[in-house]
């Protein structure tokens, strides 16, 4: 054997140099992967579809440039970010356990905790990709179609990427959850997909109290910033209900710091969470 | 000088003891077998030693490190190979094993080299560029093997190493772990192939039911618990007189039994090593019996093995 002639007496990178090197190879497998495309794909045509949809206007396409962009992008970015998070995020842990990846790194000289920041973000780079797409879509039916961008524009948007880092997190914390990748894929998709809007309309509905504990409240401000004024924070409303007596509803709306601090606590939260899963998670 | 330690080390799942207060320390340049039964704890141990899982109670040591607490120290200079380990399929083996060179701190200008040499070692050479979604469970496991080889580690804990080879490719994997043997490294494999822990390594563990039965170097195990016997199995062409046949073969030095299997079969048990072997296939031979075939039946390994592993059942 030739390769005796090393010494190993190299040091070993520090654990953020380690969580770089993860990140690299991760995305490099993401980005060969088939699952990529198919989410490629799926963007493009959501983007395409809202183009068509665009191109004949109906009476809901409102014709001023921030109208335009609410009802274009702020009713769709919303899904392409859960679609991304749950297409990348869903299974990166679980898979290390499933597929047995984590054989192959984790009996080396690495913390846990790099080898999940650095999935983490090569899941948070792949998904900024379909945003990017989604977003030179968006622009481009903006430009040909009311010739303009708000700044707005630029808000919600940043404001989508930042629901990205709260989603993709919540995601890797059901994927540190379980060692099953379908199990960890399902509950992502049918919490994100499913239930918080159930929840969010069964509680603004029937119990009338803002919903500040839903992550998808909070993304809520990705929309809003495009209304202009922006949203009251409540409004209420008389309606008469079933046995002819007068009901009053409540619609509520997050504020920018509002909606800022429910993703920054979900995506702080569901990160220590799943980190500590995934370091404590044993591999048999 | 490489060592690793077990102190106490315990592994429970609910009421299941997977492994019970296992102490035991290994050091030096040598290649240890960690023999035992499925289910003895074999795996755990190693899993243990490389973070895969942690201890319920005790400590693993790798160079007097703890490998829960001190992770990055205690690996940095541990090749391993754990179970069957998959690799990202869309990466190549060039891409992987770069990953973990880079993971272990091989500096940039030798990692192309190194990667290139332990991918020659187990012979994926033609293979090292293309994506690995597409390989064999034999081709990944030595992939495998040549990622625990990276960046020339002073210990190797290997689980099963030959598992899911074809018969070449397990010769060729002994034939690694031999050459490694004496290059200031300590080699901790464990294996259900007793010729093969035979063949390889100086001293053998033995675990069961999650406990250390005896650890001791190999001519010392044999000797105190197989009786020193090895048996061949000889094959005639045609049926002698058995009782003169036996009588005869029992009069030889160092023969301690001869009996028929059958017409044409015969078991000789006899104490010693291969010299002795071959002195008495010269001497049936010249009996001019017509013998075919002549094959080792059990090692003293294999005895010692069964009558410690039968005396905790």
């Not at chain 1, 010494?7 to 770089?20: L, R």
């Amino acid at each position: 054997m030739t390769q005796k002639n090393f010494e190993s007496k190299n040091t070993v990178p520090g654990s953020i140099a380690q969580a770089g090197i993860i990140t690299k190879n991760t995305l490099l497998d993401y980005i060969r992967s088939r699952r990529f495309y198919i989410l490629l794909s799926i963007t493009v045509l959501i983007g395409l579809l809202l183009t068509i949809v665009a191109y004949y206007r109906p009476q809901f396409f409102p014709s001023s440039e921030l109208g335009f962009y609410s009802t274009w992008w702020g009713i769709s970015v919303s899904f392409v970010v859960v679609l991304s998070a749950i297409f990348f995020g869903g299974d990166a842990i679980s898979g290390e356990f499933q597929n047995k990846t984590g054989y192959f790194g984790v009996p080396n000289p690495i913390r846990r905790s790099s080898i999940y920041v650095g999935k983490w973000f090569a899941a948070l780079i792949a998904s900024t990709v379909m945003i990017v797409v989604f977003t030179v879509i968006a622009v481009g039916n903006g430009l040909y179609f009311v010739s303009g961008v708000p700044y707005q524009f630029g808000e919600s948007l940043l404001f989508s990427w930042i629901y990205l880092v709260a989603v993709l997190s919540f995601t890797f914390f059901f994927s540190s959850l379980f060692k099953s990748s379908s199990i960890s894929i399902l509950v992502s998709a049918i919490l994100l997909l499913v239930v918080f809007s159930l929840v969010n309309e069964i509680i603004v509905r029937f119990v009338q109290i803002e919903p500040w504990f839903l992550i998808n409240y909070g993304a809520q401000i990705i929309g809003s910033v495009l209304a202009s004024p922006y949203p009251p924070h409540q409004t209420s409303v008389s309606a008469p209900g079933f046995r002819g007596e007068t009901v009053q509803i409540n619609t509520f709306n997050a504020s920018i710091p509002e909606g800022l601090a429910i993703m920054g606590i979900y995506f702080a939260v569901t990160a220590i969470i799943g980190l500590i899963l995934f370091e404590r998670k044993e591999f048999n | 000088m490489p060592s690793i330690e077990a102190v106490n080390l315990t592994k429970q799942y609910g009421s299941f003891i997977a492994l019970s207060n296992l102490n035991l320390k290994i050091e030096g340049t040598k290649c240890v077998g960690f023999l035992g039964p499925n289910g003895s704890g074999k795996t755990t141990t190693l899993k243990m030693f490389t973070d895969l899982i942690r201890p319920s109670k005790g400590e693993a040591l790798i160079n007097g490190v703890n490998v829960h607490t001190q992770k990055k120290k205690a690996l940095a200079s541990v090749g391993t190979l754990i179970e069957t380990p998959e690799i990202y399929a869309s990466l190549t083996p060039r891409e992987a094993l770069t990953m973990i060179a880079e993971i272990r701190g091989v500096p940039h200008a030798e990692r192309k080299k190194q990667v290139e040499e332990v991918v020659a070692e187990v012979r994926m050479e033609e293979w090292i560029d293309k994506r690995v979604g597409r390989f064999s469970k034999g081709m990944k496991q030595r992939i495998c093997i040549a990622s625990a080889l990276l960046n020339n580690p002073t210990l190797l804990l290997l689980d099963e190493p030959t598992t899911g080879l074809d018969p070449r490719g397990m010769s060729e994997v002994r034939d690694i772990i031999k050459s490694l043997k004496g290059k200031n490294r300590l080699i901790f494999m464990s294996s259900h192939l007793l010729g093969e822990v035979s063949d390889v390594c100086d001293e053998v563990a033995l675990i069961d039911h999650g406990k250390l039965i005896v650890y001791d170097t190999l001519p010392n195990v044999t000797s105190k618990f197989s009786g020193g016997n090895n048996v061949v199995e000889v094959g005639l062409v045609r049926p002698v007189d058995s009782k003169i046949l036996t009588q005869t073969i029992k009069s030889w030095s160092d023969v301690t039994n001869a009996e028929k299997i059958d017409d044409k079969n015969y078991k000789i048990s006899f104490v010693g090593g291969l010299e002795v072997q071959e002195r008495i296939l010269n001497e049936i031979v010249k009996l001019n019996i017509g013998v075919i075939s002549y094959k080792p039946a059990s090692s003293e390994l294999e005895d010692a093995y069964l009558k410690l592993i039968t005396a905790t059942l």
